[in-house]
């Protein structure tokens, strides 16, 4: 839409590594300090851990009854059980003292099992089945590379590597590793399932042997609703906001474990029903949410989320299943604090595997694009808030909608920086810093200011108080926008 008028400004869409970069966000070694910092007092998260929920280690292991436990311990010795030879069966029915059952309905559990630990792996460890012979992951693992990984005819180095970087302890890479070879066993075993999972996410489509991340993690969001619906499915890691402003708490801007887990219930229940459920943000702001994956998006998986007031922000990711139950929990919970009338200064979010050497985000004019990467790491509401407010920014600068031409003269001829009319003027004004990565340009100080403002509004009217009281001037002009916007 006004994508032309903001090429003129000095950035460019990223058309290829290293150029085109408006890394928006703190430098990374000083990003990752806060980080620790932060993090210090809480729950650490490990720098490199992309499992179930950001820097918590990928579950190893579905939990198994002890006698579940006992006869796949047994099966992988080579010592099946076999449902004849049982001596404790009692006619297949669960019972006080054997609540799993026998015999046959043993079999059905541990069928269930190796059902549901095939698909945790495929989805954990996406990046070391996807051409485990060498080569980027492109997303889809074909039924050659279960082949593979099943004869163990694969990189092993290179997997080690790859499960590493996932959060696996080395301690537990060998076995990690065999495990993953019987899951790739039991996929090549088992068609039905094996095709349910092929097609899961394409619409009308045939079987074609390759399983891509938009399968597993439509697959995974159908598992991961019925726990939800049990009470079953632990939730999510919160995110570790940076907490880099001086003037303005943010240590209790993130979720309770209970709001995470609510939230992420409504996720799961939006994205298959494709029905709008009712979302509740970390304010208690109840919203009419549509949240759905799109169909046959080949290995990219790819989320819509609209809202009340009818804009829709498309979410790529290249994470998996549970990642992204989280990473969609996170974005709406921190989207449905941004007043309607500014949410279309986005539209579209990019969540990547890898970290970036200098971004934790970067935010492209050009699209109103964002990236994420190193997987959950960043994700949080400081990071999402300073992202959009470049989106903010350049949207309120005087540029675009053809109404240069009469309102121009009031911005002072500094269009297409990214910050909004009287900005610069506010900074002065107000004669003191909002952050040091603020301070690196006047779009990075309106990012910054307006992260913190937001953050001070969800702290409560205090809060609030005292981040007018220390920013007046910029003070006025975030919460002109704020208030217009929300009508
Ligand atoms: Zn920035």
Redesign the pocket.
């Known amino acids: 839409m006004r994508d032309i008028v903001r090429q003129t400004s000095s950035y460019t869409p990223p058309t290829a590594a290293g150029t085109g970069r408006?890394?928006?966000?703190p430098p990374k070694a000083q990003n990752l300090q806060s980080a620790k910092d932060a993090a210090s007092s809480q729950t650490a998260p490990s720098p490199n851990a992309h499992g179930a929920g950001a820097g918590r280690e990928p579950s190893d292991e579905v939990s198994l009854s002890p006698e579940a436990m006992r006869a796949l311990r047994e099966e992988e010795r080579g010592d099946a059980v076999s449902p004849q030879e049982d001596p404790t069966d009692a006619g297949g029915r669960p019972s006080a003292e054997n609540p799993w059952g026998s015999g046959k309905d043993m079999e059905e559990v541990l069928q269930a099992m190796r059902e549901r630990q095939a698909l945790e792996d495929l989805d954990h460890y996406a990046d070391v089945y996807d051409n485990p012979g060498g080569g980027d992951p492109d997303g889809i693992i074909s039924t050659g590379d279960l082949d593979d990984i099943a004869r163990g005819d694969y990189d092993r180095e290179a997997a080690i590597r790859r499960l590493v970087d996932l959060g696996v302890p080395e301690a537990r890479v060998d076995r990690t590793l065999e495990r993953m070879g019987r899951s790739a066993q039991y996929m090549l075993d088992n068609e039905e399932f094996r095709n349910q999972i092929d097609v899961a996410n394409d619409f009308g489509g045939d079987p074609d042997g390759d399983i891509a991340r938009s399968d597993l993690s439509r697959a995974v969001f159908q598992r991961e609703l019925q726990l939800s619906r049990q009470g079953a499915l632990l939730p999510g890691q919160a995110a570790a906001n940076r907490d880099s402003y001086d003037t303005v708490d943010t240590s209790n801007a993130e979720r309770s474990a209970q709001a995470i887990q609510s939230q992420e219930r409504q996720i799961l229940e939006a994205v298959n029903s494709g029905q709008p459920i009712s979302f509740t943000n970390a304010n208690g702001q109840t919203e009419e949410l549509t949240v759905r994956q799109m169909g046959n998006t080949g290995g990219a998986t790819v989320y819509e989320i609209t809202g009340a007031d009818g804009h829709t922000l498309r979410i790529e990711s290249e994470l998996g299943g549970s990642e992204n139950r989280v990473a969609l929990a996170r974005i709406a919970d921190y989207y449905t604090q941004v007043p309607p009338e500014l949410r279309d200064t986005v539209s579209s979010f990019e969540l990547h595997r890898k970290p970036d050497e200098t971004a934790a985000a970067t935010?492209f004019s050009s699209n109103d694009h964002v990236e994420f990467y190193d997987g959950l790491e960043h994700l949080n509401e400081e990071v999402f808030n300073?992202?959009y407010a470049?989106g903010i920014g350049f949207d309120r600068d005087g540029l675009g909608e053809g109404v240069l031409d009469q309102i121009g003269q009031f911005f002072t001829g500094r269009d297409g920086e990214g910050t909004p009319g009287g900005w610069d003027d506010a900074v002065e004004a107000d004669g003191r810093s909002i952050s040091s990565?603020g301070d690196t340009a006047r779009?990075?100080d309106f990012?910054e200011s307006w992260a913190a403002y937001m953050e001070a509004r969800e702290n409560g009217p205090e809060a609030l108080k005292r981040f007018e009281e220390a920013f007046p001037a910029r003070y006025a002009i975030l919460d002109g926008l704020y208030e217009e916007a929300m009508g």
């Open positions: 408006d890394a928006q966000s935010y300073h992202e470049h990565y779009k990075e990012a």
